[in-house]
Nanobody, 117 residues
Framework: QVQLVESGGGLVQPGGSLRLSCGAS????????MGWYRQAPGKERELVAF???????TYVDSVKGRFTISRDNAKNTAYLQMNSLKPEDTAVYYC???????????WGQGTQVAVSS
């Protein structure tokens, strides 16, 4: 059974940066796709970015040019570098992993990101 452990997050001023990490234990094939969703208060959970084992990347339009997702396959860990943060980036960020399309996602515990002056 794959488990995901998130770290990072916190409070930062607008324009600042944070880095999230998501470490996976268990079957590597179950982490073929790794990424993050986020959920702001009163809003639906939305996809932020994901990366495949082979390095293909997808971002939601609102974070393009500001966020960078990467992964270290040897460590089975994904990273989300968030730069030029805006108040609208404030949300709980959930790491996820899945084997592929049609497979259920495995979720991390979530980490709070707050952007405020």
């Amino acid at each position: 059974q794959v488990q995901l452990v998130e770290s990072g997050g916190g409070l930062v001023q607008p324009g600042g940066s944070l880095r999230l990490s998501c470490g996976a234990s268990g079957s590597i094939i179950s982490t073929n796709i790794m990424g993050w969703y986020r959920q702001a208060p009163g809003k639906e959970r939305e996809l932020v970015a994901f990366i495949t084992y082979g390095g293909s990347i997808t971002y939601v339009d609102s974070v393009k040019g500001r966020f960078t997702i990467s992964r270290d396959n040897a460590k089975n860990t994904a990273y989300l570098q968030m730069n030029s943060l805006k108040p609208e980036d404030t949300a709980v960020y959930y790491c996820y992993a899945r084997r592929g399309l049609g497979y259920s996602a495995i979720w991390g515990q979530g980490t709070q990101v707050a952007v405020s002056s």
